[in-house]
């Protein structure tokens, strides 16, 4: 019985071999090969088993002799080394499994790279800031689209040349070079570096390090030109702003003086007899308070705080109303042309303002060609647009009236040009000139929401180009003139409110001479207590507008509560811009602007009465 079960044990290693030698076939993927060998198995298992059935069949006795015994050695050998051979594949097909893995993560984090680094390039391309990457010797090894374009090239032909060479035009390297001190230092620079071309560049780099050393530097420029100059436009504006503030403060205060002066000086006039010596030397005293009474309105007008009254002008009929004043302002031996356009130019504008405009740049003209020249005034309709603003630094986009004034002079150099229109600022001799003329042009310019623009050259005369705001409507013809004849007087009674003493004396002596009966208040707080007493004999409030405890706004305020019809005119040795700061703009309320003669103050108070 043991040799049959030997027998059987022989075959079933042998078949089992035959079994795994097939699985092989899908571990190994080597078909062929394992096929054959499970069939020579197959075969010698066959013989076997043919074998064995037949000596059942003949009645034999198995036997288990020595060839049986070699047979199944055998057996064991070919399944073990079948199972080795199995476990061998099995390994080379994982390290196979594993190498193609590797292989497709690394072809996906190739492509994932390839996308990063498209990218981040794009990203570089995308600054306009000029990125290079430079070696040493300062040659170019990368430039993004940003340095390219600058340059009207293409950012590969850029790779190689020396950087000093494609944006200075030198044979050797910089003075200062940011990334010399980069490579010299192994630390951030920056500099800030002008070009041929004028441009203001500010140049930043940072050092690629390798094993302790710099081997590259990348460097970033920016062009910072605009930003200079608006930088300078904005401290220029800031100072023009200030200086504007200080006029428009010291106007003020000379503004309640020189009424005082003009009023009592009318007083002195109008009691003096026609015959009488003194009579000249009062008209001589009016004459200077009035020049000192020009001098601060052109003050208000460069700090942009004098009154206007703006209305749509045709810009051509203001330069032709004035020519002929122009004419004598320029002399015989200077010769004017003008150049108007043909069709109207309308502007939102006070006519008498862009009159002073004209005047004060003839005159300007005249100085600067004691020789004689040409003096040239033209007129046309531009449109403004974001290059232009972008190019010239001011203006917004949008229909503008340009007027160019031109003399053919001396001309200003670049320091001249930087301060023409500063306050006071002048070449002239001591004695010869205030200093304000180009002042009060840019001030009037800068009220009408226009801008001002000057070129010139020494020895190449100066262009005057002056852009204002274009409107739509038509001009209405003024139909008001009149002569206006001497002032009328009254019996009303008037509430006088105003600090100054002097002043407030002078009302009350130039009102009680017209018949009017007057009241007075030295404050704002006292006018409300005055009116409150007298409130139903008051006709009119003449009120001071800046006051201290009160202003004259907040007492008319509470004065109207009191009585809201009550008439009402204020005073100020400020500008017509206080109504908007005390909010009486649309209001109804009119305001009388120091220094007023008795004339004017007479005409006015009649005139408030009256409606």
């Known amino acids: 019985m043991i040799p049959v079960i030997l027998f059987l044990l022989s075959i079933g290693l042998q078949l089992t071999a035959a079994l795994f030698a097939l699985l092989l076939i899908r571990t190994t993927g080597r078909k062929l090969a394992w096929i054959f060998l499970s069939m020579a198995m197959v075969l010698m298992i066959w013989r076997r088993v043919v074998s064995f059935v037949s000596l059942l069949a003949a009645g034999k006795a198995i036997t288990f002799e020595l060839p049986e015994l070699i047979a199944l050695i055998i ?20 390290a196979e499994e594993d190498r193609q893995k590797a292989e497709e993560d690394l072809r996906k984090s190739d492509a994932k790279f390839r996308q990063i680094s498209g990218q981040f390039h794009a990203l570089l391309d995308a600054i306009p800031d000029n990125l290079t990457l430079q070696s040493p010797d300062l040659k170019v090894l990368w430039a993004n689209n940003g340095a390219a374009d600058g340059l009207n090239k293409k950012p590969e032909d850029l790779v190689g040349a020396y950087c000093y060479t494609l944006w200075h035009n030198r044979t050797e390297p910089c003075h200062p070079c940011p990334v010399l001190k ?24 940072a050092p690629i390090q390798e094993s302790g050393r710099v081997i590259n530097v990348i460097e970033v420029g920016r062009d910072i030109s605009e930003h200079r100059k608006l930088e300078a436009q904005y401290l220029q504006a800031q100072k023009m702003e200030a200086i504007g503030q200080l006029a428009g403060g010291v106007a003020h205060d000379f503004n309640n003086i020189l009424t005082a002066v003009i009023g009592y000086g009318h007083l002195a006039l109008m009691q003096t007899a026609k015959d009488d010596p003194q009579r000249v030397n009062i008209e001589n005293m009016l004459e200077g308070a ?32 004035v020519e002929k004043f122009l004419k004598k302002v320029i002399g015989e031996d200077i010769e004017f042309q003008t150049n108007l356009k043909d069709r109207p130019i309308t502007v939102l504008a006070d006519p008498h303002q862009l009159e002073q405009v004209l005047m004060n740049l003839a005159t300007n003209a005249r100085d600067a060609m004691p020789k004689g020249g040409v003096f040239t005034v033209q007129t046309e309709q531009i449109n403004l647009n974001e290059d232009f603003t972008a190019f010239h630094g001011f ?55 226009g801008y001002i623009n000057v070129y010139s050259e020494p020895g190449k005369g100066a262009t005057f180009k002056i852009y204002l705001p274009a409107i739509a409507s038509e001009v209405k013809e003024d139909k008001k003139a009149h002569e206006e004849g001497p002032p009328a007087g009254g ?91 005390e909010k009486l703009a649309g209001s109804g309320i009119d305001l009388v602007l120091k220094p007023a003669t008795p004339d004017t103050l007479l005409r006015k108070v009649r005139e408030m009465l009256d409606r």
């Open 182 to 205: 980069s490579f010299s230092t192994g630390k951030p620079a920056s500099e800030t570096v002008t070009t041929p071309d004028g441009r203001i560049w500010e140049l930043r780099t």
């Open 395 to 449: 203006g917004r986009p949008g229909r503008y009236a340009m007027m160019t004034v031109s003399d053919t002079g001396t001309g200003m150099d670049k320091e001249m040009r930087q301060h023409i229109f500063e306050p006071f600022f002048t070449t002239k001799e001591v004695g010869k000139g205030t200093g304000l003329g180009l002042a009060v042009v840019y001030g009037i310019i800068r009220q009408h929401g």
């Open 491 to 581: 019996s009303e009674t008037i509430l006088v409110a105003e600090d100054d003493e002097s002043l407030r004396k002078l009302y009350r002596i130039v009102l009680k001479r017209f018949g009017y009966t007057i009241i007075e208040a030295v404050d704002g707080e006292d006018a409300v207590r005055k009116f409150t007493e007298n409130k139903e004999s008051i006709h009119l409030l003449l009120f001071d507008l800046i006051m201290p405890k009160m202003s004259g706004k907040e007492a008319h305020d509470e004065i109207i509560k009191m009585n809201p019809g009550i008439k009402a005119l204020f005073m100020s040795g400020y500008s017509a811009d206080i109504l908007q700061r």
């Open 290 to 321: 009035e020049r000192a009474a020009r001098l601060t309105q052109d003050l208000l007008l460069f700090s942009r705080k004098q009154a206007s009254e703006l209305k749509p002008v045709d810009l051509n009929t203001v330069v032709s109303q």
């Open 75 to 94: 057996s064991c050998l070919m399944l073990a080394g079948v199972l080795r051979i199995g476990v061998y594949f099995r390994s080379i097909r994982r």
